[in-house]
């Protein structure tokens, strides 16, 4: 998906990937996993999710998304006061434990952060075309330290019944793009309705999937 797809997305509140409220599978696994000194979280392709809510009642979260938009609706939306500033070639928008950096996530470098103790991924992977998936995977490993985990929720359905986005992400293609590190399938659940936040997807069937990826 080129960058223009994603400002007219914004632009006419195409947003049906949006969910109001935490994604389901975050607030029922996530605390199992969140240890004291867990305190740090990266959110790439994080859209206005409120999940970043979540992280931050638990510690500090660094997200990167392209559009301004998305990043002032979210402080907006729920009434958080906000700085914004020029650390080009992005715009850092900061309230007190949630960062954003507006800009394009390929220019962001791992380096300049501390170590993460999470990465979430919840429709990113399954944002970006085929074309894409390397590059950002590669890009998404590159912010992984040594204790760093990846909270990676995909979806698993016969591409064939839908044009993307979502793309469906099977567990061996899961396999193939994270090669080398721990890969657990940590758990799946049925969408029967197919409700994928706001959008009820034309499928047939559709599973989401957990999975707990470090090196
Ligand atoms: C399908 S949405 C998911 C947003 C969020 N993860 C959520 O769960 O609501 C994908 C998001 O990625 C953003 N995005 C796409 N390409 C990007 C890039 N190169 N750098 C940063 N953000 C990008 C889009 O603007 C959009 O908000």
Request: some cysteine; proline content about 5%; glycine content about 4%.
């Amino acid at each position: 998906m080129q960058q223009e797809f994603w400002h007219n997305c914004w632009e006419n509140d195409r947003t049906g990937w949006h969910q109001d409220g935490c994604q389901p599978m975050l607030v029922e696994y996530f605390p199992k996993f969140w240890q004291t000194p867990d305190h740090r979280v990266f959110v790439p392709l994080c859209g206005k999710s409120e999940d970043l809510l979540f992280f931050a009642e638990r510690g500090k979260v660094v997200g990167s998304e392209l559009s301004a938009r998305a990043c002032q609706q979210f402080f907006a939306e729920n009434q958080l006061a906000y700085t914004r500033q020029a650390k080009h070639p992005f715009t850092l928008y900061q309230s007190k434990d949630i960062d954003i950096y507006q800009g394009d996530f390929f220019a962001l470098q791992a380096a300049q952060f501390k170590p993460f103790d999470w990465i979430y991924d919840r429709a990113a992977l399954i944002a970006l075309p085929e074309s894409m998936r390397t590059d950002y995977v590669q890009h998404l490993i590159s912010f992984m330290g040594q204790k760093t985990r990846l909270f990676l929720l995909t979806l698993e359905f016969d591409q064939r019944e839908m044009a993307g986005p979502p793309f469906a992400i099977s567990a061996g293609l899961v396999h193939q793009l994270f090669a080398g590190f721990n890969i657990r399938q940590y758990a799946q659940r049925e969408l029967t309705d197919k409700v994928f936040a706001q959008r009820i997807l034309p499928l047939s069937q559709v599973r989401e999937c957990l999975y707990i990826i470090s090196r």
